[in-house]
């Protein structure tokens, strides 16, 4: 099995400033953990997460051999990675079958890379049992 990375993009919105109602969220909510007990059910499931908006961001990077800080996002873009999964699969194919069931939950771009796992995150995943 291999590991690939699924990067959640959102887009914002035309109009900014424009929040999804209760009901939208819920709903969202629904579909979204629909998938996730789908890949824990069939143990594809490694880790993932949900970001806050880039708005929170602080890039931190060096100038003059100093830490140099800025505050928000490292580009500008409308376009912003807003969560991730790491799953299991078996190829790329099948990591492709996964993102498409992410994107038609979350109705965002995903973006599919292999994962190559290091240091500590790498100690944890193989100290994972396999079947």
Do not use: C
Request: net charge negative.
């Amino acid at each position: 099995m291999s590991h690939y990375l699924l990067a959640t993009y959102r887009v914002e919105e035309e109009a900014p400033g424009a929040s999804p109602t209760p009901e939208m969220m819920q709903e969202f909510m629904q579909r979204i953990m629909k998938v996730e007990e789908e890949m824990d059910a069939t143990d594809t499931f490694v880790f993932g997460g949900a970001l806050f908006a880039p708005d929170a961001a602080t890039v931190v990077g060096v100038g003059d051999g100093e830490m140099v800080m800025t505050d928000g996002p490292f580009a500008e873009s409308k376009e912003h990675i807003a969560g991730f999964y790491i799953i299991d699969a078996e190829d790329l194919d099948e990591a492709l079958a996964w993102a498409d069931k992410v994107a038609h939950a979350t109705n965002h771009p995903i973006e599919v890379r292999p994962f190559r796992a290091s240091g500590r995150v790498r100690d944890h995943m193989q100290d994972q049992p396999t079947d």
